[in-house]
């Protein structure tokens, strides 16, 4: 058992240090922050939207924002489109699944608003879907994904593709970039 546990943070450390050797994913990650934080200062909202793992990651960033991160401060307008969970039902429900983030995007959704879309695979259609209601409405776009980027790479304005296939590194990879780019966010909106 020491071994297996040995093994998986070696692999995740490894995953780490290659995404810091990339210097073009380090400036796609920079690139990202400043996105969110002119968005932001313009009145925009940021919508952040996933899947399983990918949809508490999504929540998780979206309360580091619109709640704090390091330090006491206003909130920023940032929310995980799949927080409602009787609306998400409903729509699933009545309407299916595939749909339950472009239906919310297409309401709350304003241009020069930033939506984040988090999918290990880059494949998901719900996400995709929002991603068609985005580009119409003028939203800009950010995914993080696996190595490949999949089918949400052709819609991303800045796509943050982790170097990996395997689904537990790219996640941790993810909550780690995101919670660099609420830093820079919060460090910018209020300096201390």
């Known amino acids: 058992m020491n071994t297996r546990i040995k ?52 929540q998780h960033l979206a309360a580091e924002l619109s709640g704090r991160f390091y330090y ?3 909130p920023l307008n940032a929310e995980a489109l799949h927080c409602n969970s009787s609306y998400l039902t409903a729509v ?19 241009k020069g608003d930033v939506v984040v879309g988090i999918s ?13 209601v985005a580009k119409q409405k003028g939203i800009h776009i950010i995914s993080f994904t696996g190595a490949t980027g999949g089918n949400m790479k052709e819609y991303s304005d800045i796509l943050i593709n982790v170097p ?13 970039i995101g919670h660099i780019i609420c830093e820079l966010v919060e460090s910018n909106i209020f300096p201390k």
């Open 7 to 58: 093994e998986a943070i070696e692999q995740s450390s490894k995953l780490k240090l290659q995404i810091l050797q990339d210097e073009s994913l380090m400036q796609r990650i920079s690139d990202s922050a400043l996105l969110i934080e002119r968005s932001l200062r313009e009145g925009g909202k940021i919508h952040f939207c996933g899947n399983g793992g990918s949809a508490a990651d999504a």
């Open 72 to 74: 006491d401060r206003p």
């Open 92 to 110: 699933a429900n009545d309407y299916g699944y595939d749909i339950v983030f472009s239906r919310m995007l297409e309401c709350s959704g304003r």
């Open 120 to 132: 290990t695979s880059g494949n998901s259609s719900n996400i995709i879907k929002a991603y068609e």
């Open 164 to 176: 990996s296939t395997d689904t537990p590194r790219i996640q941790e990879s993810h909550i780690m």
